[in-house]
T-cell receptor, first 114, second 116 residues
Framework: NAGVTQTPKFRILKIGQSMTLQCAQDMNHNYMYWYRQDPGMGLKLIYYSVGAGITDKGEVPNGYNVSRSTTEDFPLRLELAAPSQTSVYFC?????????????FGDGTRLSIL | GENVEQHPSTLSVQEGDSAVIKCTYSDSASNYFPWYKQELGKGPQLIIDIRSNVGEKKDQRIAVTLNKTAKHFSLHITETQPEDSAVYFCAASIPDRGSTLGRLYFGRGTQLTVWP
């Protein structure tokens, strides 16, 4: 199993541009998550999904959109890139979390908005 | 939602010494507490976790303790090695409460440096 795969690994955008960060998992996990990590801070939840067709906002959803058309894929869309969105973005997945289950992370996408 | 505080933010130890990282949480309903290690340029990797019905768990040089009454949990690394150098995150999870289902709340991380 490849686990959680994120593409691209690095990207530089100009202010106002849009892009989609890709995330795919091959573990048949029903839960998927998007986090952003700013320097010296923990991970902040942007959006999450409990299954195909179901998404919900996390702590910092403004400026982002998601979709979940399949179990495997959970893309994150930035419509109008702003400098405040410069960050490292991590996708994660887990099984049903009743009683708590670990989340498995990808290696991140490092995004700079200039 | 849950609030997780983590201390210290940086920790330097000599190789062979022990390292302790502490976290507190605010919601007494939290029942799952994982610890993640993040190496430079990589995503967080689970290293150990503990559930609320257990007070202590050990895996080789790594141990985690949980005090539900005080709402704090700690990571203990013994006989530290240079390859233990990384950022460590604690997290807490609350059971099914509708919109909070499945969410982990993370501390801000501890940069551990082990000097040879």
């Amino acid at each position: 199993n490849a686990g959680v795969t994120q593409t691209p690994k690095f990207r530089i955008l100009k202010i106002g541009q849009s892009m989609t960060l890709q995330c795919a998992q091959d573990m048949n996990h029903n839960y998927m998550y998007w986090y952003r990590q700013d320097p010296g801070m923990g991970l902040k939840l942007i959006y999450y999904s409990v299954g195909a067709g179901i998404t919900d906002k996390g702590e910092v959803p403004n400026g982002y959109n998601v979709s979940r058309s399949t179990t495997e894929d959970f893309p994150l869309r930035l419509e109008l890139a702003a400098p405040s969105q410069t960050s490292v973005y991590f996708c994660a997945s887990s099984l049903l979390v009743q009683g708590g289950q670990p989340q498995h992370f990808g290696d991140g996408t490092r995004l700079s908005i200039l | 939602g849950e609030n997780v505080e983590q201390h210290p933010s940086t920790l330097s130890v000599q190789e062979g010494d022990s390292a302790v990282i502490k976290c507190t949480y605010s919601d007494s309903a939290s029942n799952y507490f994982p610890w993640y290690k993040q190496e430079l340029g990589k995503g967080p990797q689970l290293i150990i976790d503990i559930r609320s019905n257990v007070g202590e768990k050990k895996d080789q040089r790594i141990a985690v303790t949980l005090n539900k009454t005080a709402k704090h949990f700690s990571l203990h690394i013994t006989e530290t090695q240079p390859e233990d150098s990384a950022v460590y995150f604690c997290a807490a999870s609350i059971p099914d409460r509708g919109s909070t289902l499945g969410r982990l709340y993370f501390g801000r991380g501890t940069q551990l440096t082990v000097w040879p």
